[in-house]
């Protein structure tokens, strides 16, 4: 079972879904399931599919893409999605090109103890999408303060928010409708881009 409700295949497919289904196809014509289980109704997915492009793999971000992975990354192991933790932890390990590099990252994250790995300003960014994941009511103007005292500039600190803010909605949509990465390729994803419609994997 690769999720608790109906996701048509490529095959299935026809129109609209089709056409989604054909821009957002990774290598060998790999759909990920996390895409599929928007196939009943598409147009969702295509609102998906560019919030994850414009936090995650657009030009306009000048955080690395890695260290996107590791927020997003961090911001689902509070939220125990195991999903998008194998997909991005994959990911993360094929942009640093150093595996045992990612293990300490992960195994520092699984711990809680990001400062095992990172300092300043990545690990105040850390610290703060976790926050905000576990506690968002509990957000004040301070925590901002903290950011840049740490050497965050703010289009940084909205970076992260908005990587935050994405996992926390895909975290959601994967854990509450039980979908798994079985059949999934793990690691891959689009290319940076300034436009959210080329989706080539890489």
């Excluded at 014509?29 to 289980?37: C, E, F, L, P, T």
């Excluded at 306009?60 to 999903?83: H, M, Q, R």
């Excluded at 803010?165 to 390729?185: E, I, P, Q």
Aim: proline content about 3%.
């Amino acid at each position: 079972m690769t999720a608790w409700i109906r996701m048509l295949s490529y095959e299935e497919s026809t129109g609209y879904l089709r056409q989604l289904y054909d821009r957002v196809k990774g290598p060998g014509g790999a759909i990920d399931n996390v895409m599929k289980i928007h196939s009943l109704r598409p147009h969702t997915m295509e609102g998906h599919s560019a919030l994850y492009k414009s936090v995650l793999h657009h030009t306009g971000n000048t955080l690395p893409v890695w260290f996107l992975e590791c927020l997003g990354i961090y911001t689902s192991l509070a939220n125990k999605c195991d999903y998008s933790v194998a997909h991005h932890f994959a990911g993360l390990t094929r942009l640093l090109k150093d595996e045992e590099r990612a293990k300490k990252i992960y195994a520092a994250f699984v711990a809680v103890a990001p400062e095992r790995v990172f300092a300043g300003k990545e690990l105040a960014l850390l610290a703060y999408v976790r926050k905000l994941t576990l506690t968002p009511q509990a957000m004040v103007e301070a925590d901002i303060a903290a950011l840049r005292a740490a050497g965050a500039e703010d289009a940084e600190i909205f970076e992260a928010n908005q990587v935050c803010a994405y996992f926390n909605y895909s975290n959601r949509l994967l854990n509450g409708l039980g979908v798994t990465t079985k059949g999934d390729v793990l690691g891959f994803s689009p290319p940076n881009t300034d436009t959210l419609d080329q989706w080539e994997h890489v």
